[in-house]
């Protein structure tokens, strides 16, 4: 905020020499047309491309056609599935070992940041190729003992266990960060101890106290696993398992008109979903 | 049941160290099994070979020495050349783009870039591939329009997917760089000035030094979103553009000779070892930039 408040001062500095605005005008202009033409030009096409047909004219169609096509519904809940399991699971495992770290064990620290930060090094396909090799080792390591079920159920084609998991990794650096920032702005170590010397309990001061003050920050790191979720197709796809942008490609073969309206409609869910991170930080400040 | 005891433990005085170590126990025990488990399979598996006239399994390097042989090593240098590209492309006109934000003194332009990078910086995968397909495809809208068919364009192929790669790795720079240049202060470039500094000087010698942290930074951070992408190019080139990740995936799948199946895991350590070294110049650079920065 305080950046832009000084953007107006570099006002004064182009009357003491002339010639500099005009030129830097110039540029502006031409940069500003480039990047426009280069990133409206597609959407506005592909809008188009939707709705017009060659001698059948505009119609809606291919928007009104998503919610008839066979397997919209089921690969859309598997994939709101999957990702209130990752929501979940990811803010269950990092909030606790957050607070421990500024609690208990600040020696904790360096491990948890190597964490968060390793899933942004690995190439996605990789950890599938990771997971793929590890889940056929197991099964035929384990093919004679009770884990062996276990295994296979994980890999359950209903609710595959095994994305959860995936997923929650991929996702562990951006909830890492959300939380980090979230916590960084309360005193979280007077807040317990305050709690704690009223009384209360353990659970208690998790839910009641320190839950209700990084709101916005559990907000936004449900939003970026929401959105991660929703658009994750390499680990599915390679993994075989029909999630929403799985099902994209499977439809997009049949129907070139309704995969690019699914596109628009994802790149109008990834705004919607910034709008409400972004609403959901500005409410705090 | 843990939170319980560890309550009872500091209301006595004193806060034993186990119990710190307790509620981060369950992350630690996630990560081990979720990401250790699959990165121990894949190094061991790179490193097997297994004899498809007995069966047996031995380990050895020849999966390695073969992904980095021949076509395989084609396809590595293929993709290395297409991100760095892709990085050097997206930060010069990221970079360009975010200057003209910053200088604007139109609030709501700088509003609707920051706003519309954010979008599109998260905008991957097959979706992009489609909206480009429909836009300059083999039968896109504006292919037909100036019949750029007949002379001889085509979106599938190398150039093509820089292009592509662009349309997210462009604003991702445009975030990475507008609250450096942000904080590029506006004293500096007067005094810059009272001393009779041209414009070309300052950035020399003022501008660009104290940029160079985050610019280096985003063509690292660009690179890695373009080496990693898979979706796009799977859904866009298919296997005319030779690429790593489309080498693992057809691996993957069987694409392979008997007894060399492990040959995806193989290529998959080269990616994480490129990974591994690019990001080693990231990380500290992204320190030293959060120094200079506030």
């Known amino acids: ?224 696993t929401l959105a991660l979720v929703l658009g994750e197709y390499t680990v599915a796809a390679l993994l075989g398992y029909q999630t929403f942008p799985v099902w994209i490609v499977t439809v997009s073969g049949n129907d070139g008109q309704l995969s690019v309206a699914l596109s628009i409609i994802s790149l109008l869910l990834i705004w919607l979903l910034l709008l409400t991170l972004s609403g959901a930080g500005r409410k705090r400040q | 049941m843990t939170a319980t005891d560890g309550g009872t433990a500091a209301r006595r005085g004193g806060r034993t160290r186990s119990t710190g170590w307790l509620a981060a126990l369950p992350l630690l025990a996630f990560v081990a099994l979720a ?117 001889g364009w085509s979106l599938y192929t190398f150039w093509g997917l820089v292009m592509v790669y662009m349309y997210f790795s462009a604003p991702l720079m445009v975030l990475v760089m507008t609250p450096a240049l942000d904080g590029l202060r506006p004293q500096w470039r007067e005094a810059a000035q009272n001393s009779g500094a041209t414009a070309w000087q300052f950035w020399r010698h003022v501008g660009i030094p104290v940029l160079a942290p985050a610019l280096l930074g985003g063509v690292v951070l660009l690179f890695g979103g373009a080496f990693a992408a898979y979706a796009t190019a799977q859904a866009m080139v298919g296997s005319t553009v030779p690429l790593v990740t489309l080498q693992i995936a057809d691996a993957l799948t069987g694409d392979v000779l008997i007894g060399h199946e492990n040959i995806a895991l193989a290529l998959s350590l080269d990616m994480i070892v490129i990974a591994i070294l690019v990001m080693a110049v990231y990380l500290p650079l992204q320190r030293r930039s959060s120094r200079w920065l506030r």
Request: hydrophobic share 55%.
């Open chain 1, 1 to 224: 905020m305080a950046a832009i408040a000084t953007v107006p001062e570099v006002a004064p500095g182009p009357a003491a020499s002339r010639p500099r605005p005009r030129r830097v005008r110039v540029w502006r202009g031409i940069v500003l047309g480039v990047a426009a033409l280069y990133f409206l030009v597609p959407m506005a096409v592909s809008f188009w491309f939707t709705v017009h047909t060659e001698g059948k004219g505009l119609s809606l169609g291919a928007y009104t056609r998503i919610l008839s096509t066979p397997g919209f519904v089921s690969s859309l809940l598997l994939s709101l599935g999957l990702a209130a399991a990752t929501i979940v699971t990811v803010l269950l495992l990092t909030l606790p070992a957050m607070l421990a770290v500024r609690l208990g064990a600040p020696r904790l620290r360096p491990a948890l940041e190597l964490i968060a930060t390793l899933p942004l090094v690995v190439p996605p396909i990789t950890y599938v190729v990771g997971i793929g090799t590890a889940l056929r080792g197991g099964t035929e390591a384990l093919a004679a003992t009770p884990f062996w079920a276990t295994l296979i159920a994980v890999q359950d084609e209903r609710f595959p266990v095994v994305l959860v998991l995936a997923y929650v990794v991929l996702t562990l650096p951006f909830a890492y960060r959300s939380l980090d920032a979230g916590l960084r702005v309360i005193d979280v170590r007077t807040l317990v101890e305050a709690a704690r010397n009223l009384g209360a309990s353990w659970p208690h001061v998790l839910l009641r106290v320190i839950v209700p003050n990084v709101r916005s920050a559990i907000a936004s790191a449900s939003f970026l």
């Open chain 2, 35 to 151: 990401f250790g488990i699959p990165a121990v399979a894949l190094l061991l598996g790179a490193f097997t070979v297994r004899d498809p006239q007995s069966g047996l399994s031995s380990y050895s390097a020849a999966n390695v020495a073969e992904s980095l042989r021949g076509n395989y090593l084609a396809t590595l240098l293929s993709s290395v050349r297409l991100s760095a590209l892709v990085a050097v492309l997206g930060a010069v006109l990221g970079t360009f783009l975010a200057q003209a934000v910053v200088t604007s003194r139109l609030r709501a332009l700088r509003e609707a870039v920051l706003t519309a990078s954010g979008v599109l910086a998260n905008f991957g995968g097959v979706p992009l591939a489609f909206v480009w397909i429909a836009t300059l495809g083999n039968s896109g809208v504006v292919t037909k329009i100036f019949g750029l068919g007949e002379s």
